[in-house]
């Protein structure tokens, strides 16, 4: 029997084909990220006086985690029985997806005898408590594996390239939020220092935060106006430039992070306009490096300017929309009016590290040979 005819009919023993093995992993990871956000909605808004992990969202949280390993591993159970090599057990890229299934289930049991040992934090120690990180690493981890995935099957099946950008991109949205977690209290699309606390004030979430209006809210403000930016930057430049990814990835990467960044205030839906028109400017500028402009695709100065576009966007609306809805603002003219100008050019320095340009590529190239 040849090579192809024993593939084939391997395949038809299969219960999971490859294209439903990727499209059950793809729908348990969504699960997953829509459970880890509900639990944070969750104690955002009811606080850590409910002592029990038993709780509905993390229900919905472990649930998602169990359906994003379980395709997985039924397809290397079936390897087994197939006697297929040990290196053809899965495709690309799962491997790292049950590595970090695994991992969050090991974070998950350490999280458990964590609170009941130390018991539930509240504020700032909730982002960086050893357990939590366990969590949102191994689960970011997971992400990463996913986008692997994409990415291996974009090379293998050109007709579905679409789809597997997309699913690069939600991928990539994803692990940007994720990256974003330990910086809730300065993310300017969770803490609105430039506000007051006009809105984030409100929550218990934020009840551990006093000083909204002077000078220490100020810097935490603008600190995570910078950090936001750069990341923000790189997450969307480096996939464009590395994969060339279709028209709606911007869109996708930034609705993604951002829609998840502001769905645990209610009120912050105000500010989604904002991420919305900056996705919007990055998409624009993608479709013109399509056809010619900025050098097209291939030079670099096109993923500058969006490295620069996106944030600078992204907070000229934000404190526009936060002038008219948002509380008003109470910084500074000087102090906001200079902040969308950083957060712009620090997204723009983080391109240029990230993407250099042609002729430093090319003499590192020479320098190779």
Same mark, same amino acid.
């Given at each position: 029997?040849? &090579? ?5 009919? =391997? ?7 490859? =294209?439903?093995?990727?499209?059950? &992993? ?7 990220? *829509? %459970? ?26 472990? !649930? ?15 390897? $087994?029985?197939?006697? /297929? ?7 690309? %890229? ?8 695994? !991992? ?12 009941? &040992?130390? %018991?539930?934090? /509240? ?31 974009? $090379? ?16 990539? #949205? ?14 300017? *699309? ?19 935060? &006093? ?46 992070? #951002? ?25 624009? *500028?993608?479709?013109?490096? %399509?056809?010619?402009?900025?050098? #097209?695709?291939?030079?670099?100065? #096109?993923?500058? /300017? ?51 340009? $042609? ?11």
């Amino acid at each position: 029997m040849s &090579t192809t005819s024993a593939a084939l009919s =391997t395949a038809r023993q299969r219960t999971l084909s490859e =294209t439903a093995l990727f499209v059950a &992993t793809f729908i348990g990871f969504v699960i997953w990220e *829509f %459970g880890g956000h509900i639990d944070v909605w969750y104690h955002q808004h009811y606080g850590f006086a409910i002592e029990s992990f038993a709780t509905w969202p993390h229900a919905v949280l472990y !649930a998602g985690w169990i359906a994003s390993a379980i395709p997985a591993a039924i397809y290397v159970f079936e390897s $087994r029985r197939l006697a /297929v090599p040990r290196s053809e057990m899965l495709p690309p %890229g799962y491997a790292v997806v049950l590595v970090a299934a695994a !991992a969050f289930g090991v974070a998950g049991m350490f999280d458990l005898v964590w609170h009941s &040992t130390v %018991g539930f934090e /509240v504020d700032q120690e909730a982002l960086v408590s050893p357990s939590h990180i366990a969590l949102i690493f191994s689960s970011g981890l997971g992400y990463v594996g996913l986008a692997w995935v994409a990415i291996a099957r974009r $090379r293998r099946e050109p007709a579905q390239r679409l789809f597997m950008d997309l699913a690069i991109a939600l991928s990539v #949205g994803a692990v940007l939020r994720h990256s974003l977690y330990a910086l809730m209290y300065s993310q300017p *699309f969770a803490a609105d220092y430039a506000s007051g606390g006009a809105i984030a004030g409100q929550l218990f979430g934020f009840s551990g935060v &006093t000083a909204w209006r002077d000078e220490t809210a100020q810097v935490a403000g603008v600190s995570g106006v910078i950090l936001y930016s750069m990341l923000l930057a790189l997450f969307v430049v480096v996939p464009l430039r590395r994969l060339r990814l279709a028209s709606g990835a911007i869109a996708l990467i930034v609705l993604w992070n #951002g829609a998840f960044n502001v769905v645990g205030l209610p009120e912050m839906w105000i500010y989604l306009p904002a991420i919305v028109g900056s996705a919007v400017v990055g998409e624009v *500028f993608w479709a013109a490096m %399509g056809r010619g402009a900025l050098g #097209g695709r291939d030079e670099s100065r #096109g993923y500058w /300017v969006i490295g620069f576009a996106v944030p600078a966007t992204q907070f000229f609306l934000y404190f526009a929309i936060m002038a008219a809805f948002g509380g008003g603002i109470a910084w500074s003219t000087p102090l906001w009016a200079g902040t969308p100008i950083l957060a712009g050019l620090y997204g723009l320095l983080a391109s240029g590290l990230a993407i250099p340009p $042609r002729f430093l590529s090319a003499e590192n190239q020479r320098s190779a040979n």
